[in-house]
């Protein structure tokens, strides 16, 4: 693989994409990688903005709104971050991404996916991540996690059902079929994210190694060693 490498972590809530994201950033740093580590809603000015009225308990969206607060994010994010990191060769790596919406907004709220596709790919102009590590954890786990970390915003907000509906739509997007018939979502693996976080790092670190063994093989133990920074979005 030459030039940039677009990737993305995604699951429901509390699965751990989070610590992971910095965790993998440091060490794809390490390895003297340029790492670019945004996460969605966010990442430019814009987004900021258009995160704090997606994740605030105290805004009243439609699932209309929503989808379109989400997807301007995102063409924000692409064209002021994404692609002129990727054309400089740096490695994204994104906190959640196009399947958040077809998770959410997709099996969530219940609007169609025809509509989702078309907004989006008007917002990404095509672009697709390289790879996405699912974070997958069970549900009673992931919950835990929640709890002990406290305060929802307005989408944790929702009921259990909605968050089934989420996790329901993760899982299908594992199916070999469903990935060759959503070519915009890119190729979507599993990691396991139970057990401590160093260990998940572990398997996300296999999971790249073994997908581009010559770019990334490397990466085992690579947080020992002094790296470069990591910008942060
Ligand atoms: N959303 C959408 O609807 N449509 C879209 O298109 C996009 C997003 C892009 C963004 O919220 C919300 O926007 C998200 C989807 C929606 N909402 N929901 N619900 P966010 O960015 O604020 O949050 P999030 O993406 O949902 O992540 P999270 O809830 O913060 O969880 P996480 O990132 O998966 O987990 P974490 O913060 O790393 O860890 C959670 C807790 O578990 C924390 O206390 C950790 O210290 C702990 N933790 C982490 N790893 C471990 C391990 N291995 N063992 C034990 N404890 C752990």
Redesign the pocket.
């Known amino acids: 693989m030459a030039g940039g490498c677009f990737l993305v ?1 995604e ?12 965790r993998l950033a440091d060490h794809l740093a390490a390895a003297g990688h340029e790492v670019v580590a945004l ?4 990442g430019t000015p814009a987004g900021d903005a258009l ?1 704090a009225v ?2 605030s308990p105290a805004s009243a969206l439609t699932a209309e709104t ?2 379109l607060l ?2 301007a ?2 063409a924000q994010l692409v064209r002021e971050v994404i692609t002129p990191a990727l054309q400089r060769g740096a490695v994204v790596l994104v ?4 399947l ?2 077809y ?3 997709g099996r ?1 709220r219940a609007l169609p996916l025809a509509a989702l596709r078309d907004v989006n790919a008007f917002a990404t102009g095509g672009l697709a991540p390289d790879l996405t590590l699912l ?1 997958s954890l069970p549900h009673e786990a ?1 919950m835990a ?2 709890r ?2 406290g305060a ?5 907000r ?1 009921d259990d059902a909605f ?1 089934q509906r ?1 996790r329901a739509a993760f899982e299908a997007a594992l199916d070999p079929a469903w990935q060759q018939s959503h070519p915009e979502i890119g190729p979507v693996v599993s990691v396991d ?5 160093e ?2 790092t572990g398997r996300c670190v296999a999971a790249l190694a073994r997908r581009w063994p010559h770019r990334f093989s490397n990466l085992v133990g690579a947080e020992a060693r002094a790296g470069r920074e990591v910008t942060h979005g």
Do not use: I, N
């Open positions: 972590l699951g429901g809530e509390g699965v751990g994409k989070t610590t992971q994201w910095r996460r969605e809603p966010g995160r997606l994740l929503e989808t989400f997807a994010s995102r906190d959640r991404f196009l958040s919406t998770a959410y907004q969530g974070l992931s996690r929640m002990a970390r929802a915003d307005r989408m944790e929702e968050h989420v994210a139970e057990g401590e976080a260990a998940v």
